[in-house]
């Protein structure tokens, strides 16, 4: 009997979602929208009873969340900026393969407040030798 075949779709991509010390880990299509990547990251951290990440509160709205990529992608440590693509989705619906995402991405998030402009707060981790 052959194998069992494989239900995920070969062209799904693994984008890595990060904030503060969350890392929440999506297979998502290139045709689907930002805007539906955002329900697809709200809906993990509720399934998982997350109400908070750092003291930020989960919005209601989806549509509260900000995408933000990495300044350079060999040195996430260097920082993040806003996802040009998101800023763009706000007026239209931007697909993950036009917003440049490719397979195995990080990718920070942050709960926008209108009243202030949030820094992107992502806790990479380290790795510290102990020498004895």
């Known amino acids: ?6 239900k995920t779709d070969s062209r ?5 979602f990060k904030k503060h010390k969350t890392t929440i880990l999506l297979m ?3 045709h689907e929208s930002l805007d539906f990547s955002k329900e697809r990251v709200l809906d993990a951290l509720k399934s998982r ?17 900000e995408f933000g990529e990495p300044v350079d992608r060999a040195d ?17 619906s931007v697909t993950i393969m036009e917003s440049g995402l490719q397979n195995g991405h990080s990718i920070a ?22 020498e004895a």
């Open 12 to 16: 799904a991509l693994t984008i890595l």
């Open 28 to 30: 998502l299509q290139p």
């Open 109 to 130: 998030f942050r709960f926008h407040k209108s009243s202030e402009d949030p820094e992107w707060d992502v806790v990479m981790p380290t790795y510290e030798d102990d």
């Open 76 to 92: 996430l440590e260097k920082g993040w900026k806003r996802l040009q693509a998101d800023v763009k989705s706000q007026n239209e």
């Open 1 to 6: 009997m052959p194998p069992k075949q494989s």
């Open 49 to 65: 009873g997350i109400t908070d990440i750092n003291g930020d509160l989960l919005p209601e709205d989806p549509c509260d969340i």
